[in-house]
């Protein structure tokens, strides 16, 4: 535990605060799809969500660390909590992606679903779990 924080110290000071803006939303976010609708939250997560900085102020790949590495930390990270997080610091600092959304049904596993993002350049939250998903039509149009 202590070298994982060592190794926070040597981060730069913008990762570390947008490690920070993760966990804090990853934890609203978990607690939130617990007791609202998906739609609510979702929509919450929009608005937070709203562009205020420009393309490439803040890199694809800090945000996606932040939210990987704060979902080590907040119990109940789902891959639908990690993949709205995501989605919604992205756009915030000016990045598009798009939510994804799968079913599977296995004989020995039975019915599963799961919950990813992708940009143009591929799938940026959930890759090691998106192969062999059927990717359901957007909920609402996005």
């Known amino acids: 535990m202590i070298r994982r924080i060592t190794r926070l110290g040597r981060r730069p000071a913008a990762e570390q605060a947008m490690l920070a803006r993760a966990v804090v939303l990853l934890l609203l976010t978990r607690v939130s799809l617990w007791v609202r609708p ?35 930390v907040v119990p109940g990270s789902t891959c639908l909590t990690r993949a ?14 798009q939510l994804r959304l799968g079913v ?33 039509p957007d909920i609402d149009g996005r």
Not at 49 to 62: D, F, I, K, L, N
Not at 84 to 97: E, F, I, M, P, T
Not at 115 to 134: C, H, N, P, Q, Y
């Open 38 to 72: 998906f739609a609510a939250v979702r929509t919450a997560l929009d608005r937070y969500g709203r562009r205020q900085g420009r393309v490439g102020q803040v890199p694809v790949h800090a945000v996606v660390w932040a939210v990987n590495a704060g979902s080590a």
């Open 84 to 97: 709205l997080v995501a989605q919604a610091l992205l756009r915030n600092v000016g990045h598009d992606s």
């Open 104 to 136: 599977a049904s296995d004989v020995s596993r039975g019915f599963e679903a799961h919950a990813w993002l992708e940009d143009g350049a591929g799938i940026l939250i959930g890759a090691e779990s998106a192969a062999g998903f059927t990717v359901l």
